[in-house]
């Protein structure tokens, strides 16, 4: 008899035990449908620091990334929801497998913390010319200013020939040591400089390089307080120096 009963306990004690885990199951469904969810942007593949996200890696087939749903309390601070958003940002940090993104994991390609090369325009390459306060207009040109070259030269007769051999070079560093790049970074000026670097063509490069080591040449800042008819005739200007540039091979190239 004892037996009989034994056994019908360990009978109740088992069907509690299901239909308590039945309930539960069904009510933690319940509360996951419930809550509130949200999308985030997953990496589907390793990224490394200092990649800029083309157009290319946001398509599907790429397999960078892929939008997920999940319940709003799991999603990081700052989650990106929408691959879109990250085209042409650049990764501050390596990014992992099925890591979840963050805004804090991108910055703007005009960032400083960002390489040159990503603030480069399509074609263009960046070259140093020495500029010293004497050549360089005495410490006062700084990044996003606009300068012309002058060159000057003595032929074999002895004639003097001085010409503006470029005209509205964009300004993209000013630097003279690590310290004042530094500096720079931090938006303080920088007033004694060795070196400008602009934003070129290659050919523009070249002809510079020759400048720099067989003619006597100065930088002139010019005015951002230009109207409609000065800035087309700048234009104008900058357009026949480039024609003229690209017609005349350099002395220096190979």
Do not use: C, W
């Not at 319940?30 to 942007?41: A, P, Y």
């Not at 691959?83 to 804090?104: C, M």
């Not at 230009?226 to 091979?249: F, I, L, P, R, Y």
Request: hydrophobic content about 35%.
């Amino acid at each position: 008899m004892k037996k009989v009963y034994l056994i019908a306990v360990v009978f109740a004690l088992i069907a509690g035990l299901a239909t308590y885990m039945f309930a539960s199951n069904i009510n933690k469904k319940t509360t996951i449908k419930d809550r509130e969810t949200v999308s985030v942007v997953v990496a589907l593949k390793d990224i490394p620091e200092n990649t800029m996200i083309s157009e290319e890696m946001l398509t599907s087939d790429a397999g960078y990334f892929a939008v997920r749903n999940i319940i709003k309390e799991d999603a990081i601070p700052n989650h990106i929801g929408k691959i879109a958003e990250l085209k042409e940002l650049v990764t501050n940090i390596d990014i992992y497998t099925g890591e979840q993104l963050s805004t804090t994991r991108f910055v703007s390609p005009d960032d400083e913390s960002v390489g040159l090369s990503f603030k480069l325009s399509s074609g263009k390459v960046a070259y140093s010319i020495q500029a010293s306060n004497t050549n360089g207009v005495d410490g006062f040109i700084s990044p996003g200013d606009v300068v012309d070259v002058l060159t000057f030269e003595t032929d074999q007769t002895g004639k003097v020939q001085t010409k503006v051999a470029y005209r509205a070079l964009n300004v993209i560093r000013v630097s003279n040591s690590k310290e004042n790049d530094a500096a720079q970074s931090k938006d303080a000026k920088v007033s004694e400089y060795n070196s400008i670097t602009v934003e070129v063509t290659e050919k523009q490069a070249l002809q510079l390089y020759e400048i720099e080591n067989s003619k006597t040449f100065k930088l002139v800042l010019n005015s951002k307080r230009v109207d409609n008819k000065q800035a087309q005739n700048g234009q104008n200007n900058q357009a026949q120096t480039e024609q003229q540039t690209q017609q005349a091979e350099p002395a220096t190239q190979a």
